[in-house]
């Protein structure tokens, strides 16, 4: 007699399988943590009877106030500070090895000089930024539980506002613009997924599958358009990054600019680039052209399919240190324990994530410069929605990352898009030009995002949620607390068991992100 086995169950996606797993271990995580939060809130209360009308404050009862803030404001200085100037480090020594200097890497003075390594008031400025918005912000939450003798979601959303005066550590108002602009778009996914949540409202479209790649494209599309057609939108740093990652010259773009708003080419400085890149010989520039041809956008090969393989391959080289440098001592400063368990694994997970994130970069580069050489190819006439069009397909290129990455990705180069059209919309004085607008929209959002981590938390991108508790409010979310309670030893139990297997199990998922930590130019490297 022949038995049939029992059906096998059906298949299931092991990668998100494990990350709604480690999605329950951390909504598990944090809750007990908050039955530790109320444990201390209740002890201090009995332990200041005679504050019976005051809220206890969410800190040690043995640790004062001002200790706490000014504790909270010096970790998330050094924590900052350390970031920007480990990254600094690690893109001077890429310098120096890709000049086969390897001898200097070992010189301190070639490695860390002021001259070749100026990154000390950035990243000063970057750490003000981060301590005094946790210090104040820390301090102003004390004093508002002692003088409204209450705990209410309007202190953290009134602390968070002032805190976010912190924003005026940075000089550059585009940074601080471009910063302002990404806490809208956070803000905005909190508030959707609170009213999603509450069946209150539901985007049309939200649950495509590819819902984030569109976004993206769409972003990126404007993005490109904006660096093109309309370069003073964007900020100069990111430019600059734009312009050095991509392999058309900037006087090709201005002649560019110019062809299609019918304006006279600059043919000096058009000819001055052709003789520099050993095209002298070229005697066909004319003042009004209707395009400028691929001879004068690549002059050093005439196969367009030769070019564009050049510049994939160029950009990955010039990018992978820059991703490599962002990915891999963001994650060592900030979780040193577990490099210091496994600094080999960390390093090749480092590596496998710079990859991945390089190749996506040069096949966007890649896509851009085919996209306006098979236009030429097929029209005479340039037009500057092509642009456009160019960068919208070029995002497609945000398939070769993982999933998980690409809304992170979408809402990095989001704000950019904003940005730009924030600026064009001033500059045909559609919208006012009101000065430091961007430090009260900065303060504004800083108050929202404090309201919605400690109300409604599961609103927030994990990652988001994540680093803002590493950096801003890593006392609230790491306290130490005075009794051994049952959660705690629940709590300590969890991270033993779950660590080993989650480490094992997440390995093509765990490697530290750079588009976590993506900053689009290094200045003074």
């Known amino acids: 007699m022949v038995t049939s086995s029992p059906p096998s169950p059906p298949h299931l996606d092991n990668s998100d399988a494990e990350r709604r797993l480690h999605e329950a271990e951390e909504r598990l995580r944090e809750a007990i943590e908050e039955l530790q939060r109320r444990q201390r809130r209740a002890a201090a209360h009995a332990h200041h009877q005679h504050h019976l009308d005051c809220p206890p404050c969410d800190h040690s009862p043995d640790e004062s106030c001002v200790a706490h803030a000014i504790g909270n404001l010096c970790q998330s200085f050094l924590l900052s500070y350390g970031v920007r100037v480990g990254i600094g480090i690690l893109l001077r020594a ?48 004390c004093l508002l539980r002692k003088l409204r003798k209450k705990e209410a979601p309007s202190n953290a959303i009134l602390a968070g506002s002032v805190a976010g005066f912190s924003i005026l550590a940075l000089n550059d108002s585009s940074r601080r613009r471009t910063l302002a602009l990404y806490l809208l778009v956070r803000l905005a996914q909190c508030a959707y997924n609170s009213a999603k949540s509450k069946n209150k409202f539901h985007l049309w479209g939200s649950h ?100 564009n393989a050049k510049a994939t391959s160029a950009t990955f080289k010039k990018t992978f240190p820059l991703y490599f440098s962002l990915t891999f001592v963001p ?58 069009i160019a ?36 500059n045909r004085h559609l919208l006012p030009d009101i000065k430091n607008a961007e430090v009260f929209l900065f303060s504004m959002c800083m108050g929202g995002m404090m309201y919605y981590l400690e109300y409604e938390p599961e609103t927030m991108a ?43 199990r997440r390995d093509s998922e765990s490697e530290p992100s750079s588009e976590k930590y993506n900053l689009e130019s290094i200045p003074g490297l």
């Not at 390089?358 to 006439?381: D, E, N, P």
């Not at 993982?402 to 950019?416: D, F, I, N, S, T």
């Not at 508790?469 to 309670?485: E, H, K």
Request: charged share 20%; net charge positive; with cysteine.
């Open 331 to 388: 994650f060592v400063v900030l979780h040193l324990q577990k490099f210091t368990d496994a600094p080999f694994r960390t390093f090749w997970l480092a590596v496998k994530g710079a990859v991945r994130s390089t190749a996506f970069l040069s096949a966007f580069v890649g896509i851009f410069q085919a996209v306006i050489c098979l236009h030429r190819k097929v029209a005479s006439k340039d037009h500057k929605l092509v642009y456009w």
């Open 391 to 426: 960068g919208g397909l070029s995002a497609l290129s945000v398939l070769l990352e993982k999933k998980g990455r690409r809304g992170e990705l979408a809402l990095y180069v989001l704000p950019r898009a904003g940005d730009s059209l924030w600026c064009i919309l001033v």
């Open 208 to 307: 495509w599958r590819h819902g984030d790649s569109l976004l993206f494209a769409i972003a990126c599309a404007q993005v490109m358009y904006a660096f093109v057609m309309r370069p003073e939108s964007l900020p100069k740093s990111y430019q600059d990054f734009i312009q050095k990652t991509g392999p058309v010259a900037e006087p090709v773009y201005k002649a560019v600019r110019d062809s299609c708003r019918g304006h006279p080419v600059d043919i000096l400085s058009l000819s001055a680039y052709l003789s520099k890149r050993g095209k002298s010989d070229y005697s066909k520039l004319e003042e009004f052209p209707s395009i400028i041809p691929c001879s004068i956008i690549h002059p050093g090969t005439n196969s367009c399919l030769s070019h």
């Open 94 to 141: 890429f310098k120096l090895a890709r000049g086969h200097s390897y001898s200097s890497l070992l010189d301190l003075k070639q490695l860390v000089s002021e001259k070749d390594l100026i990154v000390r008031e950035e990243a000063c400025r970057i750490g003000l930024l981060f301590g005094g918005f946790t210090g104040s912000y820390h301090a102003l939450r």
């Open 462 to 504: 994990p990652f988001l949620r994540g680093l803002i508790r590493r950096f801003l409010a890593s006392r609230i979310s790491n306290p130490s607390p005075p009794n051994r309670t049952a959660s705690y030893t629940y709590l300590q139990a969890l991270d033993g068991m779950t660590k080993p297997k989650l480490e094992e």
